[in-house]
């Protein structure tokens, strides 16, 4: 309905920006906590004034501020000037969507950069993560072919809720009383996921100490 004449790139097209989005933060993120630790600049860190917190945040935002401005210059220059592709809703409430899922995907990025103990075993991570996110968030394909049992359990997933939020805004034209249930949704498994991977960090700190 949304698509008559049926084209790819305006699909795959922007979910190519939430994938990417999706593996560039939890890369990026968990890449520099194992960085910091193996090159001993986490010990820098801990001499100074700083809580587990502030250095998470840290992370969190400087990651942040880097796929935003990235995935600005794709939507812009790429999916809406190269490719001509219509968004029929607000850029602004998208991107309201997409700071709330970047703060899930850099808490996620947190958690395997401190579980892992080298960048090998990180980057192992990163492909059965990433590549779950990606096949279960009905971007490729969508939710309903999956078993129904499987569809319960990608309810938990914000990939699941990104997608879906960024179809309704983006091709649909929805507001705000359209998609905040999936936006109520990804902030509230983000910040438990956030709170959790932060506990694992400021025990990391310890063991560090």
């Given at each position: 309905?949304?698509?008559?004449?049926?084209?790819?790139?305006?699909?795959?097209?922007?979910?190519?920006?939430i994938?990417?989005?999706?593996?560039?933060?939890?890369?990026?993120?968990?890449?520099?906590?194992?960085?910091?630790?193996?090159?001993?600049?986490?010990?820098?860190?801990?001499?100074?004034?700083?809580?587990?917190f502030?250095?998470?945040?840290?992370?969190?935002?400087?990651?942040?501020?880097?796929?935003?401005?990235?995935?600005?210059?794709?939507?812009?220059?790429?999916?809406?000037k190269?490719?001509?592709?219509p968004?029929a809703?607000s850029?602004?409430?998208?991107?309201?969507?997409?700071?709330?899922?970047?703060?899930?995907a850099t808490?996620l990025g947190?958690?395997?950069?401190?579980?892992?103990?080298?960048?090998?075993?990180?980057?192992?991570?990163?492909?059965?993560?990433v590549v779950?996110?990606?096949l279960?968030?009905?971007?490729?394909?969508?939710?309903?072919?999956q078993?129904?049992?499987?569809?319960?359990?990608?309810?938990?997933?914000?990939?699941?809720?990104?997608?879906?939020?960024?179809?309704?805004?983006?091709?649909?034209?929805?507001g705000?009383?359209?998609?905040w249930?999936?936006?109520?949704?990804?902030g509230?498994?983000?910040?438990?996921?956030?709170?959790?991977?932060?506990?694992?960090?400021?025990?990391?700190?310890?063991?560090?100490?």
């Amino acid at each position: 309905m949304f698509n008559p004449n049926g084209v790819t790139a305006w699909f795959t097209s922007v979910v190519g920006i939430i994938n990417q989005i999706s593996m560039l933060t939890i890369i990026l993120t968990g890449a520099a906590v194992i960085r910091e630790r193996e090159h001993g600049t986490l010990e820098h860190l801990l001499v100074m004034p700083l809580t587990a917190f502030e250095i998470a945040m840290a992370k969190v935002w400087a990651n942040s501020l880097v796929i935003l401005l990235a995935t600005s210059a794709s939507l812009y220059l790429v999916v809406m000037k190269t490719l001509d592709v219509p968004f029929a809703g607000s850029v602004a409430l998208w991107f309201s969507g997409v700071v709330l899922y970047l703060f899930f995907a850099t808490a996620l990025g947190i958690f395997l950069g401190t579980v892992s103990q080298s960048m090998a075993q990180f980057a192992l991570l990163i492909i059965l993560v990433v590549v779950v996110l990606q096949l279960l968030s009905g971007g490729s394909t969508p939710v309903e072919s999956q078993p129904q049992w499987l569809q319960y359990l990608t309810f938990f997933l914000p990939s699941r809720h990104f997608v879906s939020f960024s179809q309704k805004i983006i091709y649909r034209g929805g507001g705000l009383a359209a998609v905040w249930p999936q936006f109520a949704m990804v902030g509230a498994v983000g910040l438990a996921f956030f709170v959790y991977s932060l506990s694992l960090f400021r025990k990391s700190i310890a063991v560090t100490k």
